[in-house]
């Protein structure tokens, strides 16, 4: 793609799933890469499964402190961050009359105030440059409910609107737009989801599948090239036309099927 070899890359919850295909498809660009995780074993091993990356830095999101020096090593390491992929996030199945205090916090702490942190502080080292791209992910649970995950869909659904307030203001600068994805296959969706549950989305989702994490990096890297130079201020949904049409499209597709 145009635009991205030579580009500095920090991605958050960058150890697996969808923030490690981001990784490796930036690394394939030519951009260099620093990924910001918080599982120590997680980040062992995709050293070891991308040995080209420029740094794996241990922080959480949800401490003020530990991104900015994270952010600080990432520069250190790579001499500036370009684009920002604001990934990291957790998601805890529950009903929502049993969310505990400190479940809500720990999901809003890492998906909302967590992107905040981090986008806070890259913006201001981009503004500071004269230029950037941060991405965010968001998803289609924050625009569109779920059952059993309220405080995940309002964490996204903050995203969203941290996006849009984001763009406006760091405008012509910087662009700031966000990926929803819905369903894709990712380590945490494996844990959260039995295979019957897996088939059952699968049927709704007139794609009839998960996206592929890689497809969700596709996206992230093209929004970063130069040929995305006018877009900003976007929420772009990658869902296999799941939200479209709602029950409408699920029903035609089990007449389908």
Known sequence: MRGLKGKNVLVTGGASGIGQATAARFLEEGSAVCILDRDAGARARVIQELPGLAGAIDAD????DQVHAALAEAIDRMGSVDV???NAGISIRHDFLLISPAEWDQVLNVNLKGAFYVAQAVARH??????????????TAGTTGYPHYADYSAS????????LAMALELAPAVRVNAISPGYVLTPMQRAEYTDEMLDAVNRKIPLGRHA?????????AFLATDDAGFATGQVYVMDGAETTGGLCSQWSHELRG
Do not use: D, H, R, Y
């Open 61 to 64: 999101v949800s401490e003020f």
């Open 84 to 86: 920002l992929i604001n």
């Open 126 to 139: 981009m503004m500071e440059a004269g230029a950037g791209v941060i991405l965010n992910t968001a998803s």
């Open 156 to 163: 996204k659904g903050g995203v969203i609107g941290l996006t």
């Open 212 to 220: 592929k994490p890689e497809e969700i990096a596709a996206l992230f």
